[in-house]
């Protein structure tokens, strides 16, 4: 344990920024050189798929004596780069498959096409031994990006993925800590919220398998393939009502395959860490094409405060049917039910006597709230597809997700007031939601005069209804920030229902609804050269809000929107070094507003403009993967409050705000065993024209500055095989809470906090050791809650075969 701390101690020592742009300055000197020094070599690319036509996923490919090989993406396509010339056998693989090979032969310049149909294994499966290593954090091959089978190298648009192999190697058990792998990221609230800045805006993980699904619990993670992270407005293809102006976040979950396998998983570690999961896939009938697989979790986790829980339960079964070698039909579930004290944040207000939490001299291990005050949050989602194979060019989807959950309990809004008190504002609320979500999507992949032409045309429809009862006190109490204070523990359940009772409860009922039609063709000018059109035509209904209490209904308003996006990709090397550059499109629906003067002003979208250029690189067959962009996100047409002397009652649309900068991320494999995952983002933003006291500054938006890093070697020959190692860590530059011209700023310091992680795996178990907070460094999230310190946990699992 000391070695990982003195290991710690020396990453700290070294700003992670200038190691991070020295790292990139020479990876890309080295991969330009190697690159424009090739000699004329050859591919090979094809399909892999099971006997029933389902999709190969993660089988390998490889070709003898050589070293190279490839593995199969989630459509079972592969591709293996810079062969040279001659004879070579090509094996695939799979465990629980039975090995294909065949012998071939390739010429300067040709890409062969071989595809393979693995049978299953009927024999008992044995230990897989592993005998070379490859980029498994490099798995950037996925539809649900662009709604067409697209690769990365051909997509205009930066995004990245992050893969179960990862979150297994960080022995992750949280939401949040998945999105610190993501290039720019940053948190936005922390314990159990789902809220991060990307590029600046506060974004929300509101997408799973690519339709919404909007619950206000924390999410957990057993469910989870990948998590798919697109960069810059993305409304052309997903909408306004699931996307922000810097991007989205998409989960991809985990589907049925041919045979049986299991794992059963056990964590526990401190601050009250205990958690079950479960992942069983198993054939109900392999004739038929029938298939289950189900993912379980009970967690259980306290807090390093006074104060702060959360238990829940997961329930997630997936079924599959191929119906046959056309038609496929899936569903999947996800049943939650959480029990949480999980929202003890700080915010600061009229703070500004202090800059930042170092110097407010507050009592960090209090939450200032009570394990009586709670919330349960239950939920439902349910999510269907039918996936039909038209011809050999064309193909229909039609999906369907729906989303019910609710909120009740007791939670308190905090406030710091000055430098002495804090102020608590406890409420209890009753909340239910209901999001549907349909679509249809048709997919074709044809040629035009010679010009091959992918294209997706969809038409999607989405509503949701909330209703809500509830009811807040602000400045119930004020308890002292530092010491101790009677009043600090009377903030109860009792307490509070006599409180409320003298207050009418606020009661509501919204609803929404977006009929939306898309289309978007990615044409090859040349073999080298890809050009992107896309355009969507949304549709916004709000129903209005009705008042319960008072019989009446506001905010009624229709609204439409075109949302276009662009981009062109050059293949400057083919299949290894790519150009792009995008234009891209969101928008925000905004409500008419009545002005003091009963005047009824009525606001158009806001709309948000994004340029971006790059490249993206694929290099040493695969075994080097990197991005690095550049990006102008021009917001316009933002509501905001009247400047103009006597009017700032009143509301205009002429704000703006800006954002740009520019994103580094390289995914490598450098030797056998070692694997590695980095990024380093810098982002500018301010608001234009809106206030002439914060105009130009950086508010509430997350650090400019952000990096991340993580090393992992796994031992795969010698007496050490099964053995692996990883650390790594996150970067934050300074974050801004609050700037001003005339109130002065409060702001949170930066910070580097590293984590380390050990593991040994073997054919029928895994042991993990795992030190989040490696160095116990004190540092804060979003507005003023200090994060987690030092914390140890330990897991074991079981393999069933």
């Known amino acids: 344990?000391?070695?990982?701390?003195?290991?710690?101690?020396?990453?700290?020592?070294?700003?992670?920024?200038?190691?991070?742009?020295?790292?990139?300055?020479?990876?890309?000197?080295?991969?330009?050189?190697f690159s424009f020094a090739q000699s004329p070599t050859a591919t090979i690319q094809g399909t892999i798929?099971?006997?029933?036509?389902?999709?190969a996923t993660s089988a390998t490919v490889s070709l003898n004596a050589t070293g190279k090989g490839a593995s199969a993406s989630e459509s079972g396509t592969y591709r293996i780069n810079n062969i040279p010339p001659g004879k070579y056998m090509i094996v695939a693989k799979l465990v629980g498959y039975v090995i294909s090979s065949r012998q071939i032969e390739l010429h300067a310049g040709e890409t062969l096409t071989v595809d393979f149909i693995l049978a299953d294994d009927k024999r008992e499966l044995n230990e897989v031994t592993v005998t070379s290593g490859y980029n498994k954090f490099a798995k950037k091959e996925t539809q649900s990006v662009a709604k067409m089978p697209l690769?990365?190298?051909?997509?205009?648009?930066?995004?990245?993925?992050?893969?179960?192999?990862?979150?297994?190697?960080?022995?992750?058990?949280?939401?949040?800590?998945?999105l610190?792998?993501?290039?720019?990221?940053?948190?936005?609230?922390?314990?159990?919220?789902?809220?991060?800045?990307?590029?600046?805006f506060s974004t929300s993980s509101y997408l799973r398998n690519g339709l919404q699904d909007t619950k206000p619990n924390s999410i957990e993670v057993a469910n989870i393939e990948r998590i798919e992270v697109l960069k810059g407005p993305s409304a052309t293809l997903f909408g306004n009502a699931l996307t922000s102006f810097g991007g989205l976040l998409n989960r991809v979950t985990k589907k049925p395959f041919e045979t049986f396998d299991g794992e059963l998983t056990y964590t526990v570690g401190g601050f009250g860490l205990s958690r079950v999961t479960g992942d069983f896939n198993t054939p109900l009938n392999k004739e038929k094409g029938l298939y289950l697989r189900t993912n379980v979790?009970?967690?259980?986790?306290?807090?390093?405060?006074?104060?702060?829980?959360?238990?829940r339960f997961f329930l997630a079964p997936s079924l599959l049917y191929q119906v046959n070698d056309r038609l496929s039909l899936s569903f999947d579930a996800e049943v939650y039910n959480q029990k949480a004290n999980d929202f003890n944040r700080l915010f600061p207000q009229a703070s500004f006597t202090k800059t930042n939490p170092t110097t407010l001299g507050i009592d960090w291990t209090k939450s200032y709230s009570s394990n009586e005050l709670y919330q349960n949050t239950p939920s439902v989602s349910i999510y269907g597809q039918a996936v039909y194979k038209i011809s050999g060019h064309w193909k229909s989807q039609t999906s369907f997700s729906q989303t019910n959950s609710s909120v009740e309990g007791y939670w308190s809004y905090n406030n710091i007031l000055g430098d002495t008190v804090v102020s608590r504002n406890p409420a209890y609320r009753n909340t239910d939601y209901n999001y549907t979500e349909f679509q249809q999507n048709l997919n074709g992949d044809f040629s035009i005069g010679g010009l091959r032409n992918r294209l997706v045309a969809g038409l999607d429809y989405f509503t949701n209804t909330i209703k809500n009862s509830g009811v807040q006190i602000f400045g119930f109490d004020q308890v002292k920030i530092s010491g101790n204070d009677p009043h600090y523990n009377q903030l109860t359940p009792a307490a509070l229902d006599k409180a409320f009772a003298t207050i009418p409860y606020t009661k509501t009922q919204g609803s929404q609804s977006i009929y939306s039609a898309y289309v978007s063709d990615v044409l090859n000018l040349t073999d080298q050269l890809l050009a992107m059109a896309s355009l969507r035509v949304d549709h916004f209904v709000n129903a209005g809000t009705r008042n319960i209490n008072a019989g009446t209904t506001t905010g009624k308003y229709n609204q439409t929107a075109l949302s276009p996006k662009l981009g062109l990709v050059y293949q400057l090397i083919p299949e290894q070094v790519s150009l792009f550059g995008n234009y891209m499109n969101g928008f925000s629906n905004n409500a008419p507003v009545s002005q003091p003067d009963g005047s009824l002003s009525?606001?158009?979208?806001?709309?948000?403009?994004?340029?971006?250029?790059?490249?993206?690189?694929?290099?040493?067959?695969?075994?080097?993967?990197?991005?690095?962009?550049?990006?102008?996100?021009k917001v316009s047409d933002v509501i905001h409050s009247d400047f103009t002397p006597g009017r700032s009652a009143y509301q205009v649309q002429d704000g703006g705000q800006l954002s740009k900068g520019y994103e580094a991320e390289v995914i490598a494999n450098p030797f056998m065993g070692f694997n590695l995952i980095a990024g380093y983002a810098h982002n500018d933003i301010y608001t234009i024209n809106t206030n002439p006291n914060v105009d130009g500054l950086r508010q509430w938006t997350g650090p400019s500055e952000t990096a991340n890093l993580w090393l992992s070697y796994h031992f795969l020959k010698s007496k050490f095989k099964g053995l692996g190692l990883g650390i790594?860590?996150?970067?934050?530059?300074?974050?801004?809470?609050?700037?001003s011209r005339s109130a002065g700023e409060f702001y949170l310091p930066a910070y580097t906090v590293l984590n380390a992680a050990i593991s040994y795996d073997q054919p029928v178990y895994r042991v993990s050791l795992k030190m989040d907070n490696l160095t116990d460094k004190v540092y804060w999230g979003s507005y003023v809650s200090q994060m987690m310190p030092r914390r140890f946990s330990a897991t074991i699992a079981f393999k069933l075969k």
């Open 151 to 178: 690769k990365n190298l051909e997509n205009p648009q930066v995004y990245h993925v992050v893969p179960r192999e990862l979150l297994q190697d960080q022995v992750i058990v949280s939401y949040n800590d998945v």
């Open 728 to 739: 790594g860590g996150n970067y934050n530059g300074k974050a801004y809470i609050m700037q």
């Open 602 to 633: 009525a606001f158009k979208p806001s709309q948000a403009n994004q340029w971006e250029s790059g490249v993206k690189l694929d290099l040493f067959d695969g075994k080097l993967n990197s991005t690095v962009s550049y990006y102008h996100i």
């Open 1 to 33: 344990m000391n070695s990982l701390l003195l290991c710690g101690n020396i990453f700290t020592s070294c700003s992670f920024k200038h190691v991070f742009k020295g790292a990139f300055t020479l990876i890309f000197i080295f991969c330009c050189q």
């Open 180 to 200: 610190k792998n993501v290039t720019g990221v940053s948190q936005s609230l922390v314990n159990g919220s789902n809220s991060f800045n990307l590029r600046g």
């Open 49 to 55: 798929k099971t006997q029933a036509g389902l999709p």
């Open 297 to 311: 979790a009970y967690d259980n986790e306290g807090s390093f405060q006074d104060a702060g829980f959360t238990k």
